[in-house]
């Protein structure tokens, strides 16, 4: 299938470069695969959608505070992302212009050299654990889309506040609408929880640039599912409840973990699974997420899960039409 089947236009206005002031006040699109029908409520108003007993799978990654700066001799000022921790001295890094041998000098002595690995993605060395210093001078890793600086709200608004389990140096979006009243709300009715932590990583920003979405190389990213997660989802399949699964990340987790039986297993690796139509989804019945970009990997997931690219996009310009937010600051949609 080409690439520029899974476009459209996206106004500059749309997307969103602040979060609201109370997270489930966000706006909510309801989507009925069945139907094809369009609804809209707030995000507050989950608690109607879903049913007691129903299983709702959350991504409790952590976001990083990736985003660190530096002096480089006769380039002066920059800056670059840390994106994966290969041992106690060597983070994988996203850097304009690398250059092997290219020495930074971070803040309190701490310095870096770049490195080229054989799949020609960089490392740097650090002279010593540089944890301390992406606690005091890191800043959160805000996607390219928001245009601004980042700020010291982001520490906690792009952050879900069931985060603890660090590595990520993007968002799980979907689950930036949960507030701590909402969930105790979703407990209290029954909606039972559990978690899966991906990592996510730099390439989830990166639009498919493959003129066939075939051809295209998914980034690869870590992810654990835990026995109590996995028997959890066998026994909500069993037993004919629903698996709501809160973003694209625990879509792929949830897929990455099950067996040719049609079982899940508790996981822990790598996942590369790129999910595009068609697709036979085994284990998620709901699925909450936000609006994605264009030609985007995760538009394409979306895509599948709703059955084909049309109601997708037909969703997508449903909430366009309505000034919808978008992206990871934006309101979002759960599909039924």
């Not at 049309?310 to 309101?331: I, M, P, Q, T, V």
Request: charged residues 25%; neutral net charge.
């Amino acid at each position: 299938m080409r690439t520029d089947k899974f476009d459209y236009h996206l106004p500059q206005r749309l997307i969103a470069q602040h979060p609201l002031s109370r997270r489930s006040s966000s706006r909510l699109l309801v989507v009925d695969r069945k139907t094809g029908a369009f609804s809209h409520l707030k995000f507050s108003d989950l608690g109607e959608l879903l049913l007691p007993g129903d299983l709702m799978v959350l991504n409790n990654t952590r976001v990083i505070p990736a985003r660190l700066s530096g002096h480089v001799e006769k380039r002066g000022h920059v800056e670059f992302l840390i994106t994966e921790k290969k041992d106690e001295a060597r983070w994988r890094v996203l850097f304009k212009n690398p250059r092997e041998g290219l020495r930074v000098r971070l803040e309190e002595g701490v310095s870096g050299i770049l490195e080229r690995e054989p799949d020609r993605t960089w490392t740097m060395r650090f002279s010593e654990s540089v944890e301390r210093i992406i606690s005091s001078a890191g800043q959160m890793p805000l996607p390219p889309y928001i245009q601004r600086e980042p700020e010291p709200s982001d520490n906690a608004t792009y952050q879900t506040v069931y985060a603890t389990e660090e590595g990520a140096v993007a968002a799980p979006t979907a689950g930036l609408h949960f507030d701590s009243e909402l969930l105790s709300d979703l407990r209290q009715k029954g909606v039972i929880m559990k978690y899966v932590t991906l990592h996510v990583g730099e390439g989830t920003f990166r639009p498919v640039k493959e003129e066939l979405i075939d051809n295209h190389a998914m980034h690869s990213e870590r992810v654990l599912v835990s026995e109590e997660t996995a028997d959890a989802v066998n026994e909500a399949k069993t037993q004919k409840r629903r698996v709501v699964s809160v973003g694209t990340t625990v879509v792929r987790s949830l897929e990455s973990a099950g067996m040719k039986s049609g079982e899940m297993r508790p996981f822990s690796g790598r996942t590369d699974l790129f999910i595009k139509p068609p697709y036979e989804f085994r284990f998620v019945d709901v699925l909450i997420t936000n609006f994605h970009m264009p030609r985007s990997t995760l538009l394409m997931l979306v895509s599948a899960f709703c059955g084909g690219k049309d109601l997708a996009l037909g969703a997508y310009e449903e909430a366009k039409s309505h000034n919808y937010r978008f992206l990871s600051y934006g309101d979002s949609m759960i599909i039924l």
